[in-house]
């Protein structure tokens, strides 16, 4: 375990995800898992409780037991796939959860990259991961745990690990002896997978190591990302384990490399996978834009996308290497910028630096530490910072040079290039917090830290309260500052100098600053275009702070502030100073972002000193807060509150619920469960990663709050406004089945029902739910012979039941978050249940994301009767539903069968089947995927739609639900199945 033995790391260019190691490790004396008696497994949790007190810093954190855990820690556990769970059948039979869940629990450290798992299937198993590839370290962290850990043990009880001569460190499972070590990173490998996944298999044979997906042993490979570990245990050392994983990780990525050129020419693989980017970079417009060499420093598109190529977690990931840029890679950089800045396509931007028309300053009073302003310029004629040659960045060194001899009175000083500085001076500029350095890994690979130092230098008056960086990421970057709150002061003299540096720079080489009439001053990085300003105080707001950093942000967004720690983006905020700033940088004049900031900052401190005089808190939008665990609860109805923050700002739901909308529907309850608009829009508020980001918590909310719902059903399902939908359920109309050598795996179709005058799952009451929950029970009774089965509530289930559940994967379990936030959760288990009948072929969820889903399977493509079976146990049901109660299913004339969910209106149907398509698994999954496209299909893996696809079989159903019959969606599944496997045959 000599850390000191690990020969390098993982490239810095290889994309890796995240790297873990774990082991396993017994203590000398007590039972492994499957043997072990009770108070010997109580004796092993009591030694690691004593072990983790004596932690350091960096491993510091807290032990939580299974028994009588907190909801909203086990909720927080979950979230951080911590959590292990019982109901694992080996584990059971081998009798590892005997005692269930006594002795157990689970450590982590504050950091969360160091964790312990107390007697699951080993004694211990001891992780160390973290973003990134740096396995070196991760290894060395798990080194320092396991000391600590065995020095412990060997001071409360005399015991040492268990370490055989012959099978080393011993474990429960024979496959795990010697080490016990798996030493794993997430990696992408796109030339490889397109190369071909068996080969990939081979050459990891080849190198001792083994392919994964990333979704674990048996979870199947998701896209281009695979978890590459080690193969031995036995054997081997870890240090010799940990360094073939290196070796091994950095060989495949260099081959990768030469697969992604064969494969794929000169298209790049963009790593930062979910980056603008990567949205807009695509295969077309890289072949359109690819040969093109800017004019004024021989930029291309390939270095301008360097980071989001490089890296795997950028937002945007792109830079201009100079004014061509914009022009020229238009294609790429129009809808991007256009995106980001959440500006039209014709929108103009308007510069105004008048400082004459800023009204007011900083009210007498605020405590505001200080204050900053800075924007950035660039020279017309020279290259910007990610493309200025040597030569051109020389000469814009020399024009500052020049330029700031000419400046007189308050911004009077000296320039410090950063060639050849004397190290008093560096000193100096490092205590004024004034030097900027290289070392940044964005900026290097983006072309910024070429030919350090030369040509580079930095600017500042006397007094100190005026900067200029030169030929830092921008080729200017201008800094007013000074101590206290005279924001229209500092300005001033910002303009001023600026002022003075362009008359320089006119004068010297005829030249002026970079000014594009539809995105303003011109920078290196697309997210400063327009002011490229960022105006800002050092603020106490002591009451801000007790009211909430939360409610702070929400407020700040409503005024178009931003809200930072004082120690910068990322830095995080001390006490109670915050970093007020201006929120946007284009659309806006320079003017009316210092006017919005100075109102904003005057409005803030005005409420946080009615707070600190005992005033209410603002009426924040109704939130599902995380607890300080980090759990998730339901949003509460409210009406009438603030226009709230959608954080999933590129959601549907964020595009039509407008200001406007929200006052006019804000103050709405629906009558059937009393369900709001905050409610419905829950997960777009609290999410950031919602795409549709709505849920309807009755009936009604489809009406009360359609100029919400309808644009954006049309929208997401490609209707009209004017269209209606037609159902059919008529099996007699299908023609045809899929054909008899078509290697189908299985058939599955559901589909979901609400009952009239019963809420959906997000509103419904806990009347209402029991209430559909009686109906069921009463309605599964009447069943025919094939249809009758059983029905089981969640509430009370014997654990022989819910293990035969999981076994047949019938049950649904609680901890979703989206559904959770969304309500759909509240009151569980109580009113939820599963039936199925005795052949296990028809099954219906009670009260989960729909009041029913109503499902019909089996194995083999027997669509037809499958779809047969669906039919006459909706009929069944609806029969007996008007029986009881009078009531029929929710059928809207336009939008069909009513769900929760806006994305299964219509049939709300997936019909469905498992096949293998291996010969389009080899001509390619993006192939695959436009041929389903013209089908009308969906293809996903066969463990869902996040988990992946495996080997050669897929699941494809239909992609539509609103605006076909159901019997025009089987059918086209039937023909698209068979016309797939036609063409795999070929």
Same mark, same amino acid.
């Given at each position: 375990?000599?850390?000191?033995?690990?020969?390098?790391?993982?490239?810095?260019?290889?994309?890796?995800?995240?790297?873990?190691?774990?082991?396993?490790?017994?203590?000398?004396?007590?039972?492994?898992?499957?043997?072990?008696?009770?108070?010997?497994?109580?004796?092993?949790?009591?030694?690691?409780?004593?072990?983790?007190?004596?932690?350091?810093?960096?491993?510091?954190?807290?032990?939580?037991?299974?028994?009588?855990?907190?909801?909203?820690? $086990?909720?927080?556990?979950?979230?951080?796939?911590?959590?292990?769970?019982?109901?694992?059948?080996?584990?059971?039979?081998?009798?590892?959860?005997?005692?269930?869940?006594?002795?157990?629990?689970?450590?982590?450290?504050?950091?969360?990259?160091?964790?312990?798992?107390?007697?699951?299937?080993?004694?211990?198993?001891?992780?160390?991961?973290?973003?990134?590839?740096?396995?070196?370290?991760?290894? /060395?962290?798990?080194?320092?745990?396991?000391?600590?850990?065995?020095?412990?043990?060997?001071?409360?009880?005399?015991?040492?690990?268990?370490?055989?001569?012959?099978?080393?460190?011993?474990?429960?499972?024979?496959?795990?002896?010697? !080490?016990?070590?798996?030493?794993?990173?997430?990696?992408?490998?796109?030339?490889?997978?397109?190369?071909?996944?068996?080969?990939?298999?081979?050459?990891?044979?080849?190198?001792?190591?083994?392919?994964?997906?990333?979704?674990? #042993?048996?979870?199947?490979?998701?896209?281009?990302?695979?978890?590459?570990?080690?193969?031995?245990?036995?054997?081997?050392?870890?240090?010799?384990?940990?360094?073939?994983?290196?070796?091994?990780?950095?060989?495949?990525?260099?081959?990768?490399?030469?697969?992604?050129?064969?494969?794929?020419?000169?298209?790049?693989?963009?790593?930062?996978?979910?980056?603008?980017?990567?949205?807009?970079?695509?295969?077309?417009?890289?072949? @359109?834009?690819?040969?093109? !060499?800017?004019?004024?420093?021989?930029?291309?598109?390939?270095?301008?996308?360097?980071?989001?190529?490089?890296?795997?977690?950028?937002?945007?990931?792109?830079?201009?290497?100079?004014?061509?840029?914009?022009?020229?890679?238009?294609?790429?950089?129009?809808?991007?910028?256009?995106?980001?800045?959440?500006?039209? +396509?014709?929108? =103009?931007?308007?510069?105004?630096?008048?400082?004459?028309?800023?009204?007011?300053?900083?009210?007498?009073?605020?405590?505001?530490?200080?204050?900053?302003?800075?924007?950035?310029?660039?020279?017309?004629?020279?290259?910007?910072?990610?493309?200025?040659?040597?030569?051109?960045?020389?000469?814009? /060194?020399?024009?500052?040079?020049?330029?700031?001899?000419?400046?007189?009175? #308050?911004?009077?000083?000296?320039?410090?290039?950063?060639?050849?500085?004397?190290?008093?001076?560096?000193?100096?500029?490092?205590?004024?917090?004034?030097?900027?350095?290289?070392?940044?890994?964005?900026?290097?690979?983006?072309?910024?830290?070429?030919?350090?130092?030369?040509?580079?230098?930095?600017?500042?008056?006397?007094?100190?309260?005026?900067?200029?960086?030169?030929?830092?990421?921008?080729?200017?970057?201008?800094?007013?500052?000074?101590?206290?709150?005279?924001?229209?002061?500092?300005?001033?003299?910002?303009?001023?100098?600026?002022?003075?540096?362009?008359?320089?720079?006119?004068?010297?080489?005829?030249?002026?600053?970079?000014?594009?009439?539809?995105?303003?001053?011109?920078?290196?990085?697309?997210?400063?275009?327009?002011?490229?300003? $960022?105006?800002?105080?050092?603020?106490?707001?002591?009451?801000?702070?007790?009211?909430?950093?939360?409610?702070?942000?929400?407020?700040?967004?409503?005024?178009?502030?931003?809200?930072?720690?004082?120690?910068?983006?990322?830095?995080?905020?001390?006490?109670?100073?915050?970093?007020?700033?201006?929120?946007?940088?284009?659309?806006?004049?320079?003017?009316?972002?210092?006017?919005?900031?100075?109102?904003?900052?005057?409005?803030?401190?005005?409420?946080?000193?009615?707070?600190?005089?005992?005033?209410?808190?603002?009426?924040?939008?109704?939130?599902? +807060?995380?607890?300080?665990?980090?759990?998730?609860?339901?949003?509460?109805?409210?009406?009438?509150?603030?226009?709230?923050?959608?954080?999933?700002?590129?959601?549907?739901?964020?595009?039509?619920?407008?200001?406007?909308?929200?006052?006019?529907?804000?103050?709405?309850?629906?009558?059937?469960?009393?369900?709001?608009?905050?409610?419905?829009?829950?997960? @777009? =508020?609290?999410?950031?990663?919602?795409?549709?980001?709505?849920?309807?918590?009755?009936?009604?909310?489809?009406?009360?709050?359609?100029?919400?719902?309808?644009?954006?059903?049309?929208?997401?399902?490609?209707?009209?406004?004017?269209?209606?939908?037609?159902?059919?359920?008529?099996?007699?109309?299908? $023609?045809?089945?899929?054909?008899?050598?078509?290697?189908?795996?299985?058939?599955?179709?559901?589909?979901?029902?609400?009952?009239?005058?019963?809420?959906?799952?997000?509103?419904?009451?806990?009347?209402? $739910?029991?209430?559909?929950?009686?109906?069921?029970? #009463?309605?599964?009774?009447?069943?025919?012979?094939?249809?009758?089965?059983?029905?089981?509530?969640?509430?009370?289930?014997?654990?022989?039941?819910?293990?035969?559940?999981?076994?047949?994967?019938?049950?649904?379990?609680?901890?979703?978050?989206?559904?959770?936030?969304?309500?759909? /959760?509240?009151?569980?288990?109580?009113?939820?249940?599963?039936?199925?009948?005795?052949?296990?072929?028809?099954?219906?969820?009670?009260?989960?994301?729909?009041?029913?889903?109503?499902?019909?399977?089996?194995?083999?493509?027997?669509?037809?009767?499958?779809?047969?079976?669906?039919?006459?146990?909706?009929?069944?049901?609806?029969?007996?539903?008007?029986?009881?109660?009078?009531?029929?299913?929710?059928?809207?004339?336009?939008?069909?069968?009513?769900?929760?969910?806006?994305?299964?209106?219509?049939?709300?149907?997936?019909?469905?089947?498992?096949?293998?398509?291996?010969?389009?698994?080899?001509?390619?999954?993006?192939?695959?995927?436009?041929?389903?496209?013209?089908?009308?299909?969906?293809?996903?893996?066969?463990?869902?739609?996040?988990?992946?696809?495996?080997?050669?079989?897929?699941?494809?159903?239909?992609?539509?639900?609103?605006?076909?019959?159901?019997?025009?969606?089987?059918?086209?599944?039937?023909?698209?199945?068979?016309?797939?496997?036609? #063409?795999?045959?070929?």
């Amino acid at each position: 375990m000599d850390v000191g033995k690990i020969k390098g790391n993982i490239a810095e260019d290889v994309p890796v995800h995240s790297c873990r190691i774990r082991v396993g490790r017994s203590i000398d004396g007590f039972g492994l898992s499957p043997g072990i008696t009770k108070e010997q497994r109580v004796g092993v949790e009591k030694l690691m409780v004593e072990a983790v007190k004596s932690f350091p810093a960096d491993l510091a954190g807290q032990y939580y037991p299974l028994t009588g855990m907190q909801e909203n820690i $086990r909720q927080q556990l979950v979230d951080d796939h911590f959590l292990f769970v019982s109901g694992d059948r080996n584990l059971t039979v081998a009798g590892m959860e005997r005692d269930w869940p006594e002795g157990r629990g689970i450590f982590h450290n504050e950091k969360k990259t160091f964790l312990i798992w107390v007697n699951e299937e080993d004694q211990l198993r001891i992780i160390s991961m973290e973003n990134g590839g740096n396995v070196k370290g991760v290894f /060395e962290r798990l080194c320092n745990g396991i000391k600590m850990v065995g020095e412990s043990v060997k001071k409360e009880c005399g015991k040492d690990f268990c370490l055989d001569k012959k099978y080393g460190y011993v474990h429960s499972c024979p496959t795990n002896l010697g !080490t016990g070590m798996r030493a794993s990173v997430h990696i992408d490998l796109p030339g490889w997978t397109k190369h071909s996944v068996d080969k990939l298999k081979a050459r990891c044979e080849e190198l001792h190591l083994q392919p994964r997906g990333t979704r674990g #042993e048996s979870g199947g490979q998701t896209g281009h990302t695979y978890d590459i570990s080690n193969k031995h245990r036995l054997g081997y050392s870890e240090v010799q384990l940990v360094q073939k994983m290196i070796d091994g990780v950095n060989t495949l990525w260099t081959e990768d490399k030469k697969y992604q050129k064969q494969y794929f020419g000169d298209f790049p693989f963009i790593a930062s996978q979910h980056s603008l980017v990567a949205k807009y970079v695509t295969k077309e417009k890289w072949d @359109a834009l690819k040969n093109i !060499t800017t004019k004024t420093s021989g930029f291309t598109l390939a270095k301008a996308i360097a980071c989001a190529v490089q890296f795997n977690n950028q937002h945007c990931g792109i830079y201009a290497g100079d004014w061509d840029s914009y022009k020229d890679f238009a294609p790429v950089f129009d809808p991007l910028i256009q995106e980001y800045h959440g500006i039209s +396509a014709t929108a =103009v931007h308007s510069s105004d630096m008048d400082f004459n028309k800023i009204q007011g300053n900083i009210v007498d009073g605020a405590p505001v530490h200080s204050t900053r302003i800075r924007v950035g310029r660039s020279i017309d004629g020279f290259g910007l910072s990610p493309g200025i040659t040597k030569e051109q960045r020389v000469g814009v /060194e020399k024009l500052m040079a020049n330029a700031v001899k000419t400046f007189g009175g #308050e911004l009077a000083g000296s320039y410090y290039p950063l060639a050849g500085m004397q190290e008093s001076v560096r000193q100096q500029l490092v205590d004024d917090h004034f030097l900027f350095v290289s070392g940044d890994r964005n900026l290097t690979v983006a072309g910024m830290e070429r030919d350090w130092p030369e040509g580079r230098g930095i600017f500042h008056n006397e007094k100190k309260t005026f900067l200029i960086w030169v030929n830092e990421e921008d080729q200017l970057r201008i800094i007013s500052m000074q101590m206290g709150g005279d924001v229209r002061g500092v300005f001033e003299r910002l303009a001023k100098g600026i002022k003075a540096v362009g008359d320089s720079v006119k004068k010297e080489s005829g030249k002026d600053f970079c000014l594009d009439a539809k995105y303003g001053y011109i920078h290196s990085c697309p997210t400063n275009l327009g002011t490229g300003m $960022r105006a800002s105080v050092h603020v106490d707001l002591p009451g801000w702070t007790k009211v909430g950093l939360d409610a702070l942000q929400r407020r700040c967004e409503e005024l178009h502030l931003q809200p930072r720690g004082t120690r910068g983006e990322s830095g995080g905020q001390t006490g109670h100073t915050y970093d007020i700033s201006n929120k946007h940088r284009l659309g806006y004049s320079e003017i009316e972002l210092v006017q919005k900031m100075i109102d904003g900052v005057n409005t803030l401190w005005k409420e946080d000193q009615a707070f600190m005089a005992g005033g209410a808190a603002p009426a924040a939008p109704a939130a599902a +807060a995380k607890p300080a665990t980090g759990g998730y609860k339901a949003m509460e109805a409210q009406t009438n509150g603030p226009f709230p923050n959608i954080q999933s700002t590129h959601s549907l739901a964020a595009k039509y619920v407008t200001k406007d909308i929200w006052e006019k529907l804000k103050g709405i309850k629906t009558k059937t469960s009393g369900f709001t608009l905050i409610q419905a829009i829950a997960c @777009a =508020v609290e999410f950031d990663n919602q795409h549709c980001g709505i849920y309807a918590g009755d009936w009604d909310s489809y009406k009360d709050f359609a100029p919400v719902f309808d644009p954006l059903i049309q929208e997401y399902h490609g209707i009209s406004a004017s269209s209606k939908h037609c159902s059919d359920m008529e099996v007699s109309k299908i $023609r045809g089945n899929i054909a008899e050598d078509v290697p189908v795996h299985s058939c599955r179709i559901r589909v979901g029902r609400s009952i009239d005058g019963f809420g959906l799952s997000p509103g419904i009451t806990k009347s209402q $739910r029991v209430g559909v929950e009686k109906l069921m029970v #009463e309605a599964v009774k009447s069943f025919p012979a094939d249809l009758a089965g059983r029905y089981y509530p969640l509430t009370g289930m014997q654990e022989t039941v819910r293990q035969q559940l999981v076994d047949d994967h019938f049950l649904f379990v609680s901890g979703d978050r989206n559904l959770t936030v969304a309500g759909m /959760e509240r009151d569980w288990p109580e009113g939820r249940g599963i039936f199925h009948n005795e052949k296990k072929t028809f099954l219906i969820w009670v009260n989960e994301e729909d009041q029913l889903r109503i499902i019909s399977m089996e194995n083999g493509g027997n669509v037809k009767g499958v779809f047969e079976r669906l039919c006459n146990g909706i009929k069944m049901v609806g029969e007996s539903v008007k029986k009881e109660c009078g009531k029929d299913f929710c059928l809207d004339k336009k939008y069909g069968y009513v769900h929760s969910c806006p994305t299964n209106l219509g049939t709300g149907m997936r019909a469905s089947v498992h096949v293998d398509l291996p010969g389009w698994t080899k001509v390619g999954l993006d192939a695959l995927q436009r041929r389903c496209e013209e089908l009308h299909l969906q293809p996903r893996g066969t463990r869902g739609e996040s988990g992946g696809q495996t080997g050669h079989t897929y699941d494809i159903s239909n992609k539509h639900r609103l605006g076909y019959s159901e019997v025009q969606l089987v059918q086209k599944m039937i023909d698209g199945v068979n016309t797939l496997w036609t #063409e795999d045959k070929k």
